[in-house]
């Protein structure tokens, strides 16, 4: 079965510095992966996706992520942080092996940003 | 453009009362349904999943059940609640060919 770990459970960053969440999975072939952001009390948004071709994927708020089969990595950057980014972060691995197509979530990683 | 939407937003129950929570999903069709809960300080973890009407799996045991009556309707239900069934629901529409999913408001479940 697949696993998404998320290492950092917590960041805090300056607003203005760069940004690394750390992302690795377990899965037998190639995985779709995922970045979600949820803010304090709300669902959760798309950053952005992976499924094929180019392992350096473009995603919406100015984030991006890259796939690193070598290291069964998708780790999520930016490279200026605003205040308004302070939100949980989840990585996510899609299950396309069965017929439920759900997705295995990592623990998350509450970023926090300094003024 | 597809929306989702869950309701209520904020439930307050006691112990051993029914529960109903309700999503609609808009603009799609045939979409695959799920029903996560968020414990605090936890992730999501994935209680049913749907991939058409009256067809619900379910991936944990527990007190809770789901329905899908309608192609784009989905509810998660229980007869008696229990305090470990406080949580944050979130509902959650798919596209079979790419596992993405998205995401509807959430509904926060307090039960006392």
């Known amino acids: 079965a697949q696993s998404v770990t998320q290492p950092d459970i917590h960041i805090t960053v300056s607003e203005g510095a760069s940004l690394e969440l750390r992302c690795n999975y377990s899965?037998?072939?190639?995985?779709?992966l995922f970045w979600y952001v949820q803010s304090p009390g709300q669902g959760l948004q798309l950053l952005l996706k992976y499924f094929s071709g180019d392992t350096l994927v473009q995603g919406i708020k100015g984030f991006e992520a890259e796939f690193k089969r070598s290291q069964s990595s998708f780790n999520l950057r930016k490279p200026s942080v605003h205040w308004s980014d302070a939100a949980e972060y989840f990585c996510a691995v899609g299950d396309m092996d069965t017929g439920r197509r759900a997705l295995t979530f990592g623990s998350g990683t509450r970023l926090q940003v300094q003024p | 453009s597809q929306t989702i939407h869950q309701w209520p937003a904020t439930l307050v129950q006691p112990v051993g009362s029914p529960l109903s929570l309700e999503c609609t999903v808009e603009g799609t069709s045939n979409p695959n349904l799920y029903w996560y809960r968020q414990a605090a300080g936890r992730g999501l973890q994935l209680l049913f999943y749907?991939?058409?009407?009256?067809?619900i799996s379910s991936e944990v045991p527990q007190n809770l059940s789901a329905s899908r009556p309608q192609d784009r309707q989905f509810i998660l239900s229980s007869k008696k609640l229990l305090l470990s069934d406080s949580g944050f629901y979130l509902c959650?529409?798919?596209?079979?060919?790419?596992?993405?999913?998205?995401f509807g408001p959430g509904t926060r479940l307090t039960v006392l």
């Open positions: 749907s991939v058409g009407i009256g067809q």
């Open positions: 899965y037998g072939a190639t995985p779709y």
């Open positions: 959650a529409w798919g596209q079979f060919a790419t596992d993405t999913q998205y």
